[in-house]
């Protein structure tokens, strides 16, 4: 009879550890509750984890340029209030590209102070965090968002559209996950942005502008933050303006989830789909079993330090090491 190495076992539990995790998770939601597993319930959850997946497509370029974002949420909040006041104010067709412009001009100002002026993105964008949500009350008022004719507007295609029986927001979450996908790994760029996020010195000597490549990414989890806003609004038609409170520790879970390192330098758009498909079948299962959802917020915290543990493990190649 074989027998395993432990260090071979802890190094495959390192490496594979939260796909193994998965798979016995799904097969446990499928025992206790049969419909987790069918069509109409896959594509459910696939349809409500699009918003969340389309802002961690853009946050994993910040991940992987050994960067932070914590402000998705509150941006997210933002943007889907801008679009919702302005439909009724100029009117969908103008109410969409202002709300990008707006959006977009928020991330490049993170990224100006992160990648030019060298903040720590961890407090620039927490203090942003913070700072996009009172941007949001203000321009509020405090007040939630409607649209005053919900049934005679076009707007709610991005969210409650279907095209060849399939929910508008998953071909979005497809078509921007293939888009920027290619971007990263097959495009000068995306080298640029590895390149910078494993070991940022060494890139600047060979002639890479660091700044300016942080700053761009920073500009495209903008731009995926504002597809998030824009679907949010369009599938409700209404909204309140903490609508995206909390989204950015489970936005950083799915992209950790996918394989993204913390320290920068490594992580794929394919693996962060991943990651955000793991997050919301726990998270349906959880609800299927006859969990309340507030359950879900301490799962998540646990998925989170699972995937940091297994992320730094992966690194050194043991679950853990005897040296404090």
């Given at each position: 009879?074989?027998?395993?190495?432990?260090?071979?076992?802890g190094?495959v539990?390192?490496?594979?550890?939260?796909?193994?995790?998965f798979?016995?998770f799904?097969?446990?939601?499928?025992?206790?509750n049969?419909?987790?597993?069918?069509v109409?319930?896959?594509?459910?959850?696939?349809?409500?984890?699009?918003?969340?997946?389309v802002?961690a497509?853009?946050?994993?370029?910040?991940?992987i340029?050994?960067?932070?974002?914590?402000?998705?949420?509150?941006?997210?909040?933002?943007?889907t209030?801008?679009?919702?006041d302005?439909?009724?104010?100029?009117?969908p067709?103008?109410?969409?590209?202002?709300?990008?412009?707006?959006?977009?001009?928020?991330?490049?100002?993170i990224?100006?102070?992160?990648?030019?002026?060298?903040?720590?993105?961890?407090?620039?964008?927490?203090?942003?965090?913070?700072?996009?949500?009172?941007?949001?009350?203000?321009?509020?008022g405090?007040?939630?968002?409607?649209?005053?004719?919900?049934?005679?507007?076009?707007?709610?295609?991005?969210?409650?559209?279907?095209?060849?029986?399939?929910?508008?927001?998953?071909?979005?979450?497809?078509?921007?996950?293939?888009?920027?996908?290619?971007?990263?790994?097959?495009?000068?760029?995306?080298?640029?942005?590895?390149?910078?996020?494993?070991?940022?010195?060494?890139?600047?000597?060979?002639?890479?502008?660091?700044?300016?490549?942080?700053?761009?990414?920073?500009?495209?989890?903008a731009?995926?933050?504002?597809?998030?806003?824009?679907?949010?609004?369009?599938?409700?038609?209404?909204?309140q303006?903490?609508?995206?409170?909390?989204?950015?520790?489970?936005?950083?879970a799915?992209?950790?989830?996918?394989?993204?390192?913390?320290?920068?330098?490594?992580?794929?758009?394919?693996?962060?789909?991943?990651?955000?498909?793991?997050?919301?079948?726990?998270?349906?299962?959880?609800?299927?079993?006859?969990?309340?959802?507030?359950?879900?917020?301490?799962?998540?915290?646990?998925?989170?330090?699972?995937?940091?543990?297994?992320?730094?493990?992966?690194?050194?190649?043991?679950?853990?090491s005897?040296?404090?």
């Open positions: 009879m074989a027998v395993f190495d432990k260090r071979e076992i190094s539990l390192a490496k594979q550890g939260i796909l193994i995790a798979a016995l799904m097969i446990a939601f499928t025992i206790a049969p419909k987790f597993i069918s109409d319930n896959v594509f459910s959850v696939v349809r409500s984890s699009a918003i969340l997946g802002m497509l853009g946050v994993t370029f910040v991940v340029s050994g960067n932070l974002d914590l402000s998705v949420g509150s941006m997210m909040s933002f943007s209030i801008v679009v919702l302005l439909h009724d104010k100029v009117g067709a103008l109410a969409i590209p202002l709300m990008f412009a707006m959006t977009l001009c928020l991330g490049a100002f990224g100006f102070l992160v990648g030019y002026l060298r903040l720590n993105s961890l407090i620039v964008t927490l203090g942003m965090l913070s700072a996009i949500h009172g941007l949001t009350l203000t321009y509020s405090g007040q939630n968002m409607d649209i005053a004719d919900k049934e005679g507007t076009w707007f709610s295609v991005f969210g409650q559209g279907t095209a060849l029986g399939i929910p508008v927001p998953i071909l979005i979450f497809v078509a921007l996950a293939a888009l920027l996908g290619l971007t990263l790994a097959r495009t000068p760029y995306g080298r640029k942005v590895y390149a910078v996020g494993g070991n940022g010195t060494a890139a600047t000597f060979s002639g890479i502008r660091r700044a300016r490549t942080v700053f761009t990414c920073y500009l495209i989890s731009g995926c933050v504002a597809t998030a806003g824009l679907i949010q609004a369009s599938r409700s038609l209404g909204s303006n903490t609508v995206g409170q909390g989204l950015e520790l489970e936005v950083l799915a992209v950790i989830l996918g394989g993204a390192s913390l320290l920068g330098g490594s992580g794929t758009i394919f693996k962060t789909v991943i990651g955000v498909l793991i997050l919301g079948f726990i998270q349906n299962g959880l609800l299927l079993v006859g969990l309340q959802f507030y359950v879900q917020f301490v799962v998540t915290w646990i998925i989170i330090i699972l995937a940091v543990w297994l992320d730094i493990a992966a690194k050194r190649g043991k679950l853990w005897m040296i404090a």
